[in-house]
């Protein structure tokens, strides 16, 4: 499944927001380097109990706004998760 995924690197603290169409993802992680693309696939894996193997970036790697592959989740299940964690 593809998600869409706009990413604020250097924020105070790693916090994902889910508006049902587009997810923002606050990171501490500058992005530098690859840190705030390795801090994504983290966070993602940790708030939606996947192992980080089933997370892939798949567009933007460089950029703000980024395309992530998410396997082994259905759209009902990963919107679910991400409202249990708010």
Same mark, same amino acid.
């Given at each position: 499944? #593809?998600?869409?995924?706009?990413? %604020? =690197? +250097? ?12 997810? &923002? ?18 966070? #993602?894996?940790?708030?939606?109990? %996947? =192992? +980080? ?12 706004? &980024? ?20």
């Amino acid at each position: 499944m #593809l998600i869409s995924v706009r990413v %604020i =690197p +250097r924020s105070t603290r790693n916090q994902l927001e889910w508006d049902g169409e587009v997810l &923002k993802a606050r990171l501490t992680a500058p992005p530098v380097d690859g840190a705030a693309n390795q801090a994504l696939i983290a966070l #993602l894996a940790d708030q939606l109990a %996947i =192992p +980080r193997r089933a997370i892939s970036i798949v567009r933007g790697t460089t950029s703000r706004q &980024k395309v992530v592959d998410i396997e082994q989740l259905t759209p009902a299940e990963l919107e679910q998760r991400l409202t249990q964690t708010h």
